[in-house]
């Protein structure tokens, strides 16, 4: 990054941070606290709203958020720390899986369990191509590095664990009834709530490294909610209080790599149960598509090795991962 971006950012973060409690603040007073002019003030609020940033400029007063917020704070996630890896807080960036792949191939190395998060992604990736919105300071969009020491077939199951501890960690937290829907998504109240995307690198038989990228859903600006193209809720919006996200953070990053040890023990057929009795669409009849068919049945949980299971003409069949994608259907398909 260059040293005027950094400059910048580092500015736009100050900015944040002052009018981080909601309250109105002028574009003069900003401007006194950082040694800048109110023009410049305001360049760096057009591009904070361009990351994302829910902001009112009301007229003859100032700047406002449009919901108070919290920033995420790299000392504080330090202090509260349950595991020994680096936890790496960036303002703007492309996208945190980015970051660690880029790591990775630049031949850096990285502990295991080592934490990318960052305020704002400007190319945040979801599964089957699609974007994943990450306006600035509003949600958590969260990357760890996990090596595969069995290879790339330790990797089978590998997201259905991660949404296992993704949902004990919001259960313990937050006394939450979270679901999974197969293979990597997260759901509140039949919503989705966030989502995983695991990328491989330097895959071999013998290891692989894998990049753990999750996106949860803290408080979703209207903005960027009106660009979701499907149902979405978050957790300020089921809970009294606005949720932590330094606390959160620490907490994600002491359950993942508790339950992602144990995964390399035990394989995927201990999480199995945890898995289906999380299963959103669990006894629902459903329809899996791939690029090349089409499959209906009847949800019947996931196998040992973490394969979704349908049954249909009182057949059970697994369905292993990659590009599928899975909904409810209303009726049982006619005989
Ligand atoms: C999905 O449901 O499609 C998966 C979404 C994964 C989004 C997260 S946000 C942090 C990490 N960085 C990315 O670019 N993507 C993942």
Not at 222 to 249: C, G, K, M, Y
Request: net charge neutral; hydrophobic share 40%; glycine share 10%.
């Amino acid at each position: 990054m260059s040293k005027v971006l950094a400059h910048s950012l580092a500015i736009q973060r100050q900015l944040v941070l002052y009018l981080a409690d909601g309250e109105i603040c002028s574009g003069e007073w900003l401007g006194q606290q950082l040694g800048i002019s109110r023009a410049a003030i305001a360049k760096h609020l057009v591009q904070l709203e361009g990351y994302g940033l829910d902001l009112y400029k009301i007229k003859g007063k100032g700047y406002r958020l449009a919901e108070p917020l919290q920033l995420l704070d790299a000392a504080l996630i330090k202090q509260q720390q349950q595991w020994n890896a680096p936890v790496w807080v960036q303002s703007v960036t492309d996208s945190t899986n980015n970051q660690l792949l880029q790591k990775l191939s630049d031949g850096q190395s990285l502990d295991a369990g080592t934490v990318l998060v960052a305020e704002a992604q400007t190319a945040g990736r979801g599964r089957r191509g699609k974007n994943w919105i990450s306006p600035f300071g509003a949600n958590l969009y969260f990357s760890m590095y996990w090596p595969l020491e069995q290879g790339i077939q330790a990797a089978m199951g590998l997201s259905l664990v991660i949404g296992v501890a993704v949902a004990k960690t919001l259960e313990q937290l937050f006394q939450l009834p979270v679901q999974l829907k197969w293979p990597n998504d997260i759901y509140l109240d039949g919503k989705k709530l966030g989502g995983i995307l695991v990328e491989l690198a330097g895959q071999s038989h013998s290891q692989c490294d894998a990049v753990i990228g999750l996106g949860l859903n803290i408080s979703m600006p209207s903005v960027s909610a009106a660009q979701i193209d499907q149902p979405f809720t978050s957790l300020h919006s089921v809970l009294e209080q606005r949720p932590d996200r330094n606390q959160l953070v620490v907490a994600l990053q002491k359950q993942l790599v508790s339950q992602l040890l144990f995964f390399a023990d035990t394989g995927f057929a201990p999480f199995a149960a945890e898995f289906s009795r999380r299963d959103l669409f669990a006894g629902q009849w459903v329809q899996l598509s791939s690029a090349k068919q089409q499959v209906q049945g009847l949800c019947c949980g996931v196998d040992e090795r973490g394969a979704l299971l349908l049954e249909s003409d009182g057949q059970r069949q697994s369905h292993y991962g990659g590009e599928l994608s899975l909904r409810r259907i209303e009726h049982a398909p006619a005989d």
